[in-house]
């Protein structure tokens, strides 16, 4: 009995640590797994050893996480432009991957980005539609209960911002790769909703728009609308919440973040590339950029052990991290400990969804020793995620520490690993 | 997915037998009239454009008037909380690598009207008329030196201005299902 009590209290301390992460301050110590032993003169029994949270209204309603558990967004780029701005808008906001498990972002900590910053509408569902016009038989208008009609689908899908670029002076994994999330989206096919519309032979771009105040619009092509495009109006179980686009979010699996067009209300089919402001945003000299910057590439970062973050010391830790492609699902994920010298397959933890964020992990001994620890993928058409000087040698130009790897940044990231078991980036 | 694909390569060949009867008979037919509303995208052919007409001189106007110059700087020169509208780099300097500005830079004149027409100004939103956005539209131009002052733009001249940039912008790789997402990149 004893000895089951006290398993079950180090289980509920290391329950503690998981939820807080490696230390993330330097200088604290984190506590390791089965160090600390809380011997009672008492025979234990009955003894209540925490405080109760007492139930209200609110918590039965709507639950909350623990208040021990304090892992937030911030606003990105550190020392970037400002949210919310002197206007009130919100612009970029990185999610805390470095706290994440598994693949689901909770809504509440999905990244957030905006085009140029617009304001969150605060839209009543029962006066939202989205329209369908253009190059149809017949334009259609559907309420959010004619959505809620139709079949729908429901699966993961990642969503990246093009900004999510990593560089030498960014201290953590939110500053480096926090405008990435993944959640469960719930919605209905555009491509049934283009079937009920009837598409004509020359309609080959759709311009979708939201309805926020700037109205954001963006052209993209209509095999992608007819192949996987989701009108979502559910994410993790309940409603999209305003700050991913309620009531009505177009999702475009592995394309640039901006595409996933929130508040949508109209969808125009057309016959030509629309240039609208957004588009204009991504405007690039030469195709091959313009290419680079449009579907997301093969891509991997280790979350944990992750720049801040402390090894307490030598022996047994599981490096996990994420893993996506806008190429489709991830085929194998490899993992470095000895700085890109050798590379060794990891284990993915679930089956891999395309366009989703893919869990993985590495069963690492450290010696104590300093190394630098990496992880690059491949996904299931056989785009291989490359360090920068592999992108730098492709393009055959000269390689330096500021090398700007064209397009959506999808290089390989280093943590270095100190003898005291801080953990920093690899690229400063 | 497989049955999807199949459907897709079936509405892509455009077969009109196909795309004629709605299968599940959800949502109402969309007014001509809500469409007017609606429809604010204007494209490169320009022919989404209402009447109205409006110059450069009627525009510097109005850029004071609808407190254009509060965020954007006096004449656009930028400084205040919203991006720069008129470039600081002479014009003999390439235009990739001046700034990028959207009356400067954008490949179509359509672009800035749309903008302009759906975004602007700030909080007050869809409430210019269309003569004010072709006058605004023909200031930033001028500003930027892309049309002379005494052009009148409406729905015929608008899509008709050159651009500096030309042609000399990347268009997108032809997308499909399942491809690369650059041809012959490993990476």
Redesign the interface.
């Known amino acids: 009995m004893d000895s089951k009590r006290t398993s079950r209290r180090e289980l509920l301390k290391g329950g503690a640590t998981l939820a807080g992460g490696l230390t993330l301050t330097s200088g604290a110590v984190a506590p390791a797994l089965g160090q600390t032993h809380d011997h009672s003169m008492a025979t234990g029994g009955s003894q209540n050893d925490y405080p109760m949270i007492p139930g209200s209204k609110e918590l039965i309603e709507y639950g909350q996480r623990s208040r021990y558990v304090t892992s937030v967004r911030m606003a990105h780029p550190m020392g970037g432009r400002a949210s919310p701005?002197?206007?009130g808008k919100v612009f970029h906001v990185a999610s805390p991957l470095q706290d994440s498990v598994g693949v689901v972002t909770p809504s509440s900590l999905h990244y957030v980005a905006t085009t140029r910053g617009s304001f969150m509408p605060d839209i009543d569902p029962k006066d939202h539609t989205l329209?369908i016009?253009g190059l149809v038989?017949?334009?259609?208008?559907?309420t959010m209960e004619?959505l809620k009609?139709?079949p729908s689908v429901t699966r993961l899908q990642f969503i990246e911002c093009a900004g999510n670029r990593h560089n030498g002076r960014q201290k953590n994994v939110q500053e480096s790769h926090g405008m990435t999330s993944c959640a469960e989206w719930t919605g209905v096919?555009l491509?049934?909703?283009?079937?009920?519309?009837?598409?004509?032979?020359?309609a080959t771009w759709f311009?979708a728009?939201g309805a926020e105040?700037?109205?954001g619009?963006s052209s993209m092509?209509?095999?992608?609308a007819?192949?996987?495009c989701l009108i979502a109006y559910g994410m993790n179980g309940e409603a999209v919440r305003p700050q991913n686009g309620f009531p009505l979010r177009l999702m475009v699996p592995g394309f640039e973040g901006i595409f996933n067009t929130k508040y949508l209300?109209?969808i125009?089919i057309?016959d030509?590339?629309?240039?609208?402001?957004n588009?204009?945003g991504h405007?690039?000299?030469?195709?091959?950029?313009?290419?680079?910057a449009?579907?997301?590439?093969?891509k991997s970062v280790i979350t944990r052990p992750s720049g801040g973050q402390l090894l307490p010391g030598r022996g047994f830790y599981e490096i996990s991290g994420l893993a996506w492609s806008?190429?489709?699902a991830i085929r194998t994920v490899e993992v470095s400990t000895d700085g890109g010298r050798t590379w060794n397959r990891a284990e993915i933890k679930a089956t891999p969804q395309r366009m989703a964020h893919t869990r993985f992990g590495y069963p690492w001994t450290w010696d104590g020793n300093e190394t630098e620890i990496l992880s690059r993928c491949t996904d299931e058409?056989?785009?291989?995620?490359?360090t920068r000087e592999?992108?730098a040698q492709?393009w055959n130009v000269p390689f330096d520490r500021d090398y700007r790897v064209p397009?959506l940044d999808?290089s390989v990231m280093p943590w270095r690993i100190a003898r005291d078991g801080s953990v920093t980036n690899g690229l400063a | 997915?497989g049955s999807?694909?199949l459907?897709?390569i079936a509405?892509?060949l455009?077969s009109?037998a196909f795309?004629?009867?709605?299968?599940?008979?959800?949502?109402?037919?969309?007014t001509a009239e809500?469409?007017r509303n609606?429809?604010?995208?204007i494209?490169?052919?320009g022919e989404e454009l209402p009447p109205g007409r409006g110059t450069a001189k009627e525009g510097a106007q109005l850029f004071q008037r609808k407190g254009c110059v509060a965020c954007h700087g006096k004449a656009g020169i930028g400084g205040g909380?919203a991006p720069a509208l008129q470039s600081k780099k002479g014009q003999d300097v390439p235009i990739?690598e001046r700034e990028?500005i959207?009356p400067l830079?954008?490949?179509?004149a359509?672009?800035v009207w749309?903008?302009i027409h759906?975004?602007m100004p700030?909080?007050n939103?869809g409430t210019l008329t269309a003569d004010e956005v072709y006058a605004l539209t023909a200031y930033l131009l001028f500003v930027n030196k892309v049309i002379p002052e005494d052009e009148v733009l409406d729905k015929q001249s608008l899509p008709k201005v050159k651009m500096p940039i030309g042609d000399?912008?990347?268009?997108?790789?032809?997308?499909?299902?399942?491809?690369?997402?650059?041809q012959g990149?490993?990476?």
């Open positions: 701005d002197a206007f329209t016009h038989d017949r334009p259609l208008t559907f004619d009609r139709l096919l491509s049934t909703l283009l079937k009920e519309c009837g598409l004509k032979g020359n311009v728009e105040e700037v109205k619009a092509p209509i095999a992608k007819m192949d996987d209300r109209r125009k057309v030509r590339y629309y240039m609208n402001y588009d204009f405007l690039d000299r030469t195709p091959t950029e313009a290419a680079l449009f579907q997301i590439g093969p806008g190429g489709g058409i056989g785009q291989v995620q490359p592999q992108v492709y397009g999808n | 997915m999807l694909r459907v897709t509405l892509l455009g009109p795309a004629q009867s709605a299968t599940y008979g959800v949502g109402r037919a969309t809500e469409l609606l429809d604010i995208s494209g490169p052919t909380p990739w990028r959207l830079s954008a490949p179509f359509t672009t749309d903008y759906r975004a700030l909080g939103e000399d912008y990347g268009r997108l790789p032809d997308w499909k299902p399942g491809t690369p997402r650059l990149y490993p990476y």
